[in-house]
Nanobody, 119 residues
């Protein structure tokens, strides 16, 4: 049973930094591309970034490029989202997701963690 848990999140001032973690269990972590998504109040869930199993390919949404960094530790079965230079538009619920290497879509999701940026 795939399980994704995102501890962390919280309140941070504009311009500050925050690091999210996602702990995976119940599946072969190395076989999955991992992703981060977010959903702001009243908006659709949007892609933040993703990282392949080998970390060879890392993609970011334009809105976070240069400010956010995704990394993973396959031995610990964890994926991370380092967020710098945060602003109010980054306020959202952040979700960790997993996509089997051969699949077209992310099929497993964490419960989400709230990130609030105060100005």
């Amino acid at each position: 049973q795939v399980q994704l848990v995102e501890p962390g999140g919280g309140l941070v001032q504009a311009g500050g930094s925050l690091r999210l973690s996602c702990v995976a269990s119940g599946f072969t972590f190395r076989s999955y591309t991992m992703g981060w998504f977010r959903q702001a109040p009243g908006k659709e869930r949007e892609f933040v970034g993703s990282i392949t199993w080998s970390s060879e390919r890392i993609d970011y949404a334009d809105a976070v490029k240069g400010r956010f960094t995704i990394s993973r530790d396959n031995a610990k079965k964890q994926v991370y989202l380092q967020m710098n230079s945060l602003n109010s538009e980054d306020t959202a619920v952040y979700y960790c997701a997993a996509r089997l290497w051969s699949a077209a879509r992310f099929g497993s999701w964490g419960q989400g963690t709230q990130v609030t940026v105060s100005s």
